[in-house]
Every structure is written in C-alpha cells, then in structure tokens.
C-alpha cells in the first residue's frame, strides 16, 4: 500500500481521463487541467493520460498549495516534479512554504513522458488527504465506465427497462386477480 493509502477512505472507482478534467491540444501531446480548491482537494483526484501528455494543476481558490510526487511512488525511470523545481521529496517537504508554494490563481505544469503510476500531494494539506494520482499509459485515458468489459448502457435505456418490467409486472398482476376473484357479472 502507497504512503498515501491511509490518508483517505476508499471510494470506489473515480472517472479518470479527459472527461473528468479539461484537455486541449497542444503540439506533442494533450494539456490536462486539474483544480486545486479552497475544499482541500485535487479535481480529479485521479487521471489518466498518454505518454507526453502535460498536466497543469490551477489553484481556482484562496488557500496555497503546492504539488509534490511521492518519491518512492513514481516509476523509476520518471523525472521526480514538485512545484518550486525540487528534485527529490524531502527537498520539496523542507523548503515549503518559502518554495514549492502555489497561490491562487496561480499554476504548476508537468509534462509525463514514462508510462506508470504517479503518487502526488500537497504538502500543508497532505494530513487531511489533498492527494491524487496521475496515471499514464499509451493510448491515454479509457472512456468513462472503464471500457475493455462490454458497451455501456445508456441511462435513459435502464429507465425505460425498469419502466417495461414493472408494466409487465403490473399487467400479470391485474391478470391474476382477474382469474382468481373473477371479473364478471355476478351470476343471476
């Protein structure tokens, strides 16, 4: 388990990838924007990207932040990144807040060139679980859903489904009370 397990309680699978930040073309891969907020938290806490791709972490808030990997939690081969160019964790984690720090309105960028997992926190707001985790791998992010199982059904389709079934229902019960109580006239 990463550093950073304990920090926060599990809540299922997050929707990663362009859909759950903003993305736009840029020469030699796509920019991906992640939100640092005055409620202490990465949006999205997690994303998938391809290999060349950059992510930008904007403070849309008031409060500082900073952004700094988890050392042992990055591939090997990976530059480390840290807001305030540290080179190494316990840098990043000694010169906060004279260094590393993000004001509002301000912003960090990193471009991912290794394919892997990528740890990563705000140093003052680490405690509180201001954590998230940036994926990459070729082919960038999967659609929503996960893909690989099957097509995704619609919403709109499992509702008119549920709808059809309880009519179904509905009409086998009106059914039965027919045959069972009658319906007729009562005989003379």
Known sequence: ???????????????????????????????????????????????????????????????????TAYEEDIPEEADYFASGGFDAEQPARDGYPSQG????GESYEHTFDVAGTYEYFCIPHEAVGMVGT???????????????????IPEAAKT???????MMMATLALAYGLLKYGGGPEPE
Do not use: C, K, Y
């Open 1 to 67: 388990m990463s550093r950073r397990g304990f920090l926060r309680a599990t809540t299922g699978v997050a929707a990663v990838g362009a859909a759950s930040g903003t993305a736009a073309a840029q020469e030699g891969g796509t920019t991906h924007t992640v939100d640092m907020t005055d409620q202490l938290v990465f949006d999205p806490e997690e994303l998938t990207i391809a290999p060349g791709d950059t992510v930008v972490w904007e403070n849309v808030g008031n409060v500082g932040h900073s952004v």
């Open 101 to 104: 720090d993000i004001p509002g």
């Open 134 to 152: 940036i994926t990459v791998q070729e082919g960038g992010a999967q659609p929503e859903g996960g893909g690989g199982g099957g097509p995704t």
């Open 160 to 166: 008119v489904g549920v709808a059809a079934v309880a």
